[in-house]
């Protein structure tokens, strides 16, 4: 089943803008991982972050946790043409290991 | 990070036929596979997981005899859609994961349309 509700839908921005989405889940995880989909690709693996975790950066991105309000977010900054891609949550729920859940995607396009 | 590959990338079928879709860890032991699915402009579904020697375990409303999985080897999995029907066109992706690491490596995914 889905857990996870992705907010926006979609995001269209400028080269060089900041985009942020946003990410909620219903049970209790070990982590959090963010995906990005190029269309018709494959999923390439951007962060994890980890229940005991607030926040993690890699590169232009940052990933917030926030565990009480079971909900996440990431930010790209200085956003690039190439960053236009679908971007997905999953969780790891404690209870089923391994089993990540997806969240229903924000597709990002963003125009040079 | 670990490569893991998908054949055929992309296979359209008749109604019917069978089709059977490998993955393949091409660096590293993958002790468990996971098979996921996702319909168009849609997320990704589990549809079952398989450990290496030992029968998959599959999600709510996946039939197991219409989506059979075998995980003969550490480093492949295979996934057959029996008697495909248009339905199960979709894009099917496989991840692979190492005992109890939490980050798993996925396929670049396999296109299958049943006309």
């Known amino acids: 089943s889905q857990q996870g509700e992705e907010d926006p839908q979609a995001l269209s921005i400028q080269e060089g803008e900041n985009a942020t989405m946003n990410c909620s889940y219903k049970t209790s995880i070990n982590n959090l991982q963010w995906y990005r989909q190029n269309s018709g690709r494959g999923l390439v693996h951007l962060i994890l972050i980890r229940s005991n975790e607030r926040e993690k950066h890699s590169g232009r991105l940052r990933v917030t946790l926030d565990t009480s309000k079971k909900s996440s977010s990431l930010l790209i900054t200085a956003s690039r043409a190439a960053d236009t891609a679908s971007y997905f949550c999953a969780t790891a729920p404690t209870d089923s290991w391994g089993k990540l859940q997806f969240g229903a995607g924000t597709q990002v396009v963003v125009t040079p | ?115």
Not at chain 2, 46 to 63: H, I, P, R
Request: glycine letters at 6%; charged letters at 20%; aromatic letters at 10%.
């Open chain 2, 1 to 115: 990070g670990a490569v893991v590959s998908q054949h055929p990338s992309r296979v359209i079928c008749k109604s019917g036929t069978s089709v059977k879709i490998e993955c393949r860890s091409l660096d590293f032991q993958a002790t468990t596979m996971f098979w996921y699915r996702q319909f168009p402009k849609q997320s990704l579904m589990l549809m079952a997981t398989s450990n290496e020697g030992s029968k998959a375990t599959y999600e709510q409303g996946v039939e197991k005899d219409k989506f059979l999985i075998n995980h003969a080897s550490l480093t492949l999995s295979t996934l057959t859609v029996t008697s495909a029907h248009p339905e199960d066109s979709s894009f099917y992706i496989c991840s692979a994961g190492q005992g109890r690491r939490e980050t798993q490596y996925f396929g670049p995914g396999t296109r299958l349309l049943v006309l």
